[in-house]
């Protein structure tokens, strides 16, 4: 993004700290994770292991090699996530020989898919193993079709019972490029076709799409682009490869002994750690049957490669781990040798959207000392796990060998950064198109059940609706989109001279609002708090009436939600983020997770110059500190227009004093040639977020890095390069 030149610069001013963190404010009640150190068998601080969540709080580790020893493992442990205990696990069957840069997979939760990886000697595996975690037994299929070239530090994804396997390094360290499927449900390889190329990459799938995103590629380079192969519509993707048993090839992997994995005394290494077992060693690997030069893959092949931006996270410093959940795929930059934790970040990208935005900095996360190896997220992708070790003796009180075990664990609640997790998330995702912001924001209207209870909401008893309770709300509040588009109606009583009609939203004695038509047995349904004031027969029960200390739209909104289980943008109920607002403290109120984290969402997703500034108010009244940081920052970056909106004059003084004070205390005001030295810091620009007011005229405030979370409508290509 351009840097405004000093022509266009010179009449704006622009708040910069002499330094980003001296003396800056930081909430009291923030969240910040803490490091556990864990018990038991703690495995050595493996290299290329997979490290996989499998439920039940169970957390498993299989393979990988020691980088002290150099020694390559084919052990299973298990993390207790709540006891933090680390336990070996007595393993029986097939077992497979030692390897590392393998892919495990879960399995229909009690199995996990192990492919690939590379032994002690250098042979790249292309065999498929399954162990099955209730019963700590390995099994090897039958496996038909040609088998792909074996391979390591590879990408796998699940996807309607088939097992992709993507990329990695083979013979003579080449990368490839290709893709292909396993068919779980007649263990047949499909052929194998041309993607991308790369390794150490994270791939998965959502919306009908193979997504792929880090990584190196063959040129050694770790670039931001994502990219995506369209999976739907496909009938190489959607039907079982063509491949009988007929077709399975020879000269297969050697099993193992069936003896069991365990470990002799002369094997354990101090503190826990395991030397490998590698008596079982797998010979005569099954040779690469897939054509040298793959076709294209069928289906739409994209990328998008981000050039710029302020929420962009560095591909090429740090440690990265990528972990998708609900939509959303999140990069954990953590500490390395060359970065400290302030340099890091946890970002977000939506693949609704297509836009990177930042949840939180490296400092509000990370501790210095630490060093993070793996990554796991639970099933329904809330929370995740860290697992790694000291690095400073001295600093962590730990022994001598402090480097040398996994034995630290960073649990990370996701949902304090309003990741709405799997369970929350819609299933259903409609095909992504370059349409506006405001209609990308515009969520699919309730169907099914959901819509038969919307279509009743708020329909007078004379109407057929059966509807037999009544709620009001304070007298209405108009919402700062109505007061931009209608400077007329500067009061009720301006509209009723105007309609001759009393407005719908207030009582005939204009001290309440109007009434709103429910249903008590939708409202006990949905409603904890009112379920139980009316099984205490409280006075609501017998008037069968309900007064709601809030604003009527709020009020209104509240209630169909409780109807439509959605809080998505509509034109009646839920008309701008000021209203969602209001949810949000209603749910703090009256203790609705869900409703709360619905609002948390889409508020943290959504935050623009018009509302940032009631947002920061009404998190604060919610005690949402994340939200509330964040809503706060962004109003500093562009407060030359947060400060001219209607939510802003809408502020108390006391809250006008609090948002002024967010800003380091050693702040100061640049304007003129002054400005133009210093306005590309971040590489944003300054003031967008969507008020349409020329960029030119706009103040700005800066704090740290700018936070460009809104782009104008027509700025969407910058940025950016879609392929």
């Known amino acids: 993004m351009a840097t405004p030149g000093s022509t266009g610069s010179s009449n704006n001013t622009f708040l910069m700290p002499n330094s980003p963190l001296k003396g800056r ?430 279509g009743m909401f708020d329909k007078s008893p004379d109407q057929g609706s059966g509807a037999d309770f009544v709620v009001t709300g304070e007298p209405y509040e108009q919402t700062i989109a109505e007061v931009e588009d209608d400077d007329v109606m500067s009061s009720a009583s301006s509209m009723t001279t105007r309609n001759h009609s009393q407005p719908h939203w207030l009582s005939a004695d204009a001290t309440t609002s109007a009434h709103i038509h429910v249903h008590k047995l939708i409202l006990q349904a949905r409603w904890p708090h009112f379920g139980r004031l009316y099984a205490a027969q409280m006075a609501e029960f017998h008037t069968k009436k309900m007064h709601i200390p809030e604003p009527y739209n709020v009020v209104r909104a509240f209630l169909y939600y409780l109807y439509s289980d959605s809080i998505a943008r509509h034109p009646e109920y839920c008309t701008d983020l000021s209203v969602v607002a209001g949810l949000l403290v209603m749910a703090n109120v009256y203790d609705m997770p869900r409703l709360r984290m619905l609002c948390l969402n889409r508020l943290g997703r959504e935050i623009d110059v018009e509302h940032a500034a009631v947002v920061w108010e009404r998190a604060g009244v919610a005690g949402e500190d994340w939200l509330r940081r964040r809503a706060g920052e962004f109003c500093l970056t562009h407060w030359g227009r947060v400060v001219r909106t209607q939510g802003f004059r809408k502020l108390s003084r006391s809250s006008l004093m609090e948002l002024c004070e967010e800003v380091d205390v050693e702040g100061r005001v640049v304007s003129g040639e002054e400005l133009e030295l210093v306005g590309g810091l971040g590489g944003g620009k300054f003031g967008v977020g969507g008020s349409g007011r020329d960029p030119a005229k706009a103040t700005g405030v800066h704090v740290g890095n700018p936070s460009n979370e809104e782009m104008e409508e027509g700025d969407d290509e910058e940025g950016m390069e879609m392929n």
């Open 25 to 454: 404010r930081t909430s009291s009640g923030g969240y910040k994770p803490e490091i556990s150190r864990t018990l038991g068998q703690r495995p050595a601080c493996l290299v290329n292991a997979s490290v996989t969540y499998c439920g039940n709080n169970q957390i498993y580790a299989f393979g990988g090699f020691d980088q002290y020893t150099d020694e390559v493992y084919n052990h299973v442990l298990k993390l207790d996530v709540n006891t933090l205990q680390w336990s070996l696990v007595d393993n029986y069957g097939d077992i497979p020989g030692v390897r590392m840069g393998h892919t495990a997979t879960l399995y229909k939760g009690d199995k996990l898919l192990v492919y690939g990886g590379e032994n002690e000697h250098r042979m790249f595996l292309s065999d498929v193993v399954i162990f099955d975690l209730k019963t700590a037994h390995w099994t090897q299929p039958a496996i038909s079709g040609p088998v792909p070239k074996g391979r390591t530090r590879h990408a796998s994804a699940l996807y309607d019972d088939k097992l992709f396997i993507m990329g990695g390094i083979s013979d003579h360290n080449a990368v490839l490029d290709d893709v292909c499927y396993l068919d779980l449900n007649t263990w047949t390889w499909s052929r194998s076709w041309k993607f991308i190329g790369r390794f150490d990459h994270s791939a998965w799938v959502w919306g009908g799409r193979m997504w792929v995103f880090g990584g190196l590629s063959e040129d050694m380079d770790r670039g931001g682009e994502i990219w995506w192969l369209d999976l739907k519509a496909s009938p190489a993707f959607e039907n079982p490869p063509v491949y009988g048993l007929s077709d399975r090839q020879g000269g297969g992997t050697r099993r193992g002994t069936g003896q069991r994995s365990g470990y002799s005394p002369a094997q354990r290494q101090p503190g826990g750690a395991y030397a490998a077992n590698s008596g079982i060693i797998q010979q005569n690997l099954q040779p690469s049957l897939a054509p040298f030069s793959p076709p294209l893959a069928p289906g739409s092949i994209s990328s998008l490669n981000f050039v710029s931006g302020p929420n962009l996270p560095s591909q090429a410093s740090g440690s990265h781990f990528h972990v998708y959940t609900s939509g959303v795929l999140l990069d954990f930059i953590t500490p390395a040798s060359t970065i400290s934790p302030s340099e890091c970040c946890l970002s977000a990208f939506d693949l609704d959207t297509l836009r990177w935005r930042k949840l939180a900095e490296g400092s509000e996360i990370f501790n210095p000392g630490y060093r993070w190896h793996y990554c796991a997220m639970d099933e329904d992708g809330t929370k995740a796990w860290l697992l790694g070790c000291a690095t400073d003796s001295a600093a962590n009180g730990v022994g001598s060998n402090y480097e040398e075990y996994l034995s630290d664990v960073l649990p990370i609640d996701l949902n304090k950064f309003g990741i709405l997790g799997n369970s929350l998330a819609s299933e259903s995702r409609t095909e992504f198109s370059r349409t506006s912001a405001s209609e990308r924001n515009t969520s699919t209207p309730p169907n099914g059940l959901g819509a038969d209870l919307a």
